[in-house]
T-cell receptor
Framework: NAGVTQTPKFQVLKTGQSMTLQCAQD?????MSWYRQDPGMGLRLIHY???????DQGEVPNGYNVSRSTTEDFPLRLLSAAPSQTSVYFCASSYERSPGGYTFGSGTRLTVV | SQKIEQNSEALNIQEGKTATLTCNYTNYSPAYLQWYRQDPGRGPVFLLLIRENEKEKRKERLKVTFDTTLKQSLFHITASQPADSATYLC????????????FGAGTRLAVHP
């Protein structure tokens, strides 16, 4: 049982480049979300999804896109990377109807130079 | 807007003592509150959930209280061990979002032998 799998673990981008952070879960969770974690600021919600075909914005959505074509996958796209997007990104999933706690991936450490 | 406050200063305690961490929130009344543990370089791990109608919840050496009048949760680790050293995050659902969580910045706990 893999849980939540994020790839890559580390990435360095140049300003203006685009990339996709991958997230997959094998627990049949309806709810998936992306957070970024910066020192002293805690986890901030970027985008979330309550099921396949349904996505919505969180607190800090600018510069990011998401899609949810299957229950298992929830990729996060950086459209044109900026140094302000240097952060650690976490994907999380849970059952939608019962707040039993999120399962987090191990994170992607992104540096934009 | 909703705010969660956790003590940003690290908590240093001696092995065997009880660690007490605080989570304060403002501007709304959440249906529940969650606590997570995060180790360096890893994603948060869910520990406990307490609902608004529960005053206290226990799990092994962990105890959580939830005071909706004070808008505060206390997280206790009894008989602490060096292995309990980590950052502890509290999380609440966004107002109007049952499963969408806002996280505090966390408090780092260091348990010394």
């Amino acid at each position: 049982n893999a849980g939540v799998t994020q790839t890559p673990k580390f990435q360095v981008l140049k300003t203006g480049q685009s990339m996709t952070l991958q997230c997959a879960q094998d627990m049949n969770h309806e709810y998936m979300s992306w957070y970024r974690q910066d020192p002293g600021m805690g986890l901030r919600l970027i985008h979330y999804s309550v099921g396949a075909g349904i996505t919505d914005q969180g607190e800090v959505p600018n510069g990011y896109n998401v899609s949810r074509s299957t229950t298992e996958d929830f990729p996060l796209r950086l459209l044109s990377a900026a140094p302000s997007q240097t952060s650690v990104y976490f994907c999380a999933s849970s059952y939608e109807r019962s707040p039993g706690g999120y399962t987090f991936g191990s994170g992607t450490r992104l540096t934009v130079v | 807007s909703q705010k969660i406050e956790q003590n940003s200063e690290a908590l240093n305690i001696q092995e065997g003592k009880t660690a007490t961490l605080t989570c304060n929130y403002t501007n709304y009344s959440p249906a529940y509150l969650q606590w997570y543990r995060q180790d360096p370089g890893r994603g948060p791990v869910f520990l406990l959930l307490i609902r608004e109608n529960e005053k206290e919840k226990r799990k092994e050496r962990l105890k959580v209280t939830f005071d909706t009048t004070l808008k505060q949760s206390l997280f206790h680790i009894t008989a602490s061990q060096p292995a309990d050293s980590a950052t502890y995050l509290c999380a609440l659902p966004f107002s109007g979002g049952y499963n969408k969580l806002i996280f505090g910045a966390g408090t780092r706990l260091a348990v010394h032998p």
